[in-house]
C-alpha cells in the first residue's frame, strides 16, 4: 500500500484527481438494477451495489490494487483514490424533512471539467444565454459581489451577488431581484444558493449543486442535484426547469476555444465581473492543479 499521495504517480489516473472526492454515480442509476459501468479519466470501472456500500472494481491491469473509498451522500456515490485532501463537504438543506430533493440526472458535455465550473460561476450569460428566465435584456449588469478563501474548509464563497431575473424559479410568478451564494466545495463541485423570495421558508435558501464527472480533460459527465423550497410544483417540472437551463448552458460549453481552461496565462482578461472565476484560476493554480487546463503537470512538478 503506497504510504502517501505522491506514491501514486504511477497510476494511469490525472495527479490531480488523486486525494479527490468524485462522484462516479447517481442512487438513481440503481433504481433497477444492481451493477453500473462508468469511466473516470478514461478508465473504465464497475460499480456494484452490495448490502452496506457501493464496491469499486476498475477494469483495467494497471487499477487493480489501487487504494480506493468510497461512499454515498446527497444521493450519489463518491470515490476518493488515495488517502483523500479533505473530509467530503456539508451540505445540511439535504437533510431537511421537508426540503425536496430533485436529482436532475447526468449530462454528457464536450468540456473541461474546469469549464463547466467556471461557467457555473458566471452570472454575466444569465441574460444572453438563459434569456427571459434568469436573465433578460437591459438588466445585464453583474453588480460587485463578495470572494472569500475559507481557509479552515479551503472552499471559495462568493456572497451579496444580486441578479434581476424574470423567472427565477419553477414557481415564480412574477420578476424579482434575486440574491445568490456560490461555494466552490473543491476544484469539481460547486453549488449555489438562491434566495428564493416565493418559498415558505423550510430551508435558508434553494440549492443547486453540480458535481462533475471528468470522463477525460474535455469529456464530462454533469450531474445536477437541486434541493429545493418548493412544496408544490411537480418533480417532472422541477427537472425540465433545469433541464432546460442545462440544455442552454452546453452548446456554449463545447464551444469554447480552447476547451481546456486557460491557467498559463491571462489569455481571457478578466473584468470585475469575473471576480469568482478569477479567484477559481488562482486557487486551482496555488493547488498545482492541472487536468482540464492548459498547464502541463512537468511544468508545475
Ligand atoms: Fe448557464
Redesign the pocket.
Known amino acids: 500500500m503506497p504510504s502517501s499521495n505522491q506514491d501514486l504517480a504511477y497510476l494511469p489516473i490525472d495527479h490531480s484527481l488523486i486525494g479527490e472526492w468524485i462522484v462516479v454515480a447517481s442512487t438513481e442509476e440503481f433504481k433497477d438494477k444492481s451493477s453500473v459501468t462508468t469511466r473516470l479519466d478514461r478508465q473504465a470501472l464497475t460499480l456494484d451495489k452490495l448490502d452496506q456500500y457501493y464496491q469499486i472494481r476498475f477494469l483495467s491491469s494497471e487499477m487493480q490494487d489501487v487504494p480506493v473509498q468510497t461512499q454515498e451522500a446527497y444521493g450519489f456515490i463518491w470515490l476518493c483514490i488515495g488517502t483523500p485532501n479533505k473530509a467530503l463537504f456539508t451540505l445540511e438543506e439535504y437533510d431537511h424533512p421537508q426540503a425536496r430533493l430533485v436529482p436532475c440526472g447526468a449530462y454528457g458535455v464536450r468540456t473541461s471539467p474546469l469549464r463547466a465550473v467556471e ?1 457555473f460561476l458566471d452570472m454575466a ?1 444569465f441574460p444572453y ?2 434569456t427571459n428566465i434568469l436573465g433578460a435584456e437591459p438588466l445585464t449588469a453583474v453588480k460587485p459581489y463578495q470572494v472569500e478563501h475559507r481557509q479552515n474548509v479551503d472552499e471559495l464563497w462568493a456572497t451579496e451577488c444580486v441578479f434581476t431575473q424574470p423567472l427565477a424559479a419553477p414557481n415564480s410568478q412574477e420578476p424579482q431581484e434575486t440574491e445568490y451564494i456560490y461555494r466552490v466545495l473543491s476544484p469539481l463541485n460547486v453549488l449555489l444558493y438562491k434566495i428564493n423570495t416565493a418559498a415558505s421558508g423550510v430551508i435558508p435558501a434553494d440549492v443547486i449543486c453540480l458535481f462533475i464527472q471528468p470522463l477525460g480533460e474535455t469529456q464530462i459527465r454533469a450531474h445536477l442535484l437541486m434541493v429545493l423550497d418548493d412544496q408544490n410544483s411537480h418533480m417532472t417540472d422541477m427537472v425540465l426547469f433545469q433541464q432546460k ?1 442545462f440544455t ?2 452546453k452548446p456554449i460549453l463545447e464551444n469554447h476555444v480552447p476547451l481546456k481552461l486557460p491557467l498559463a496565462a491571462r489569455i481571457e482578461i478578466p473584468t470585475r465581473a469575473d471576480a469568482m472565476a478569477t479567484a477559481y484560476r488562482k486557487w486551482l493554480v496555488d493547488k498545482h492543479w492541472t487536468y482540464g487546463s492548459d498547464l502541463q503537470k512537468e511544468v508545475l512538478a
Open positions: 461557467n450569460h444565454v438563459h437551463i442552454q448552458d
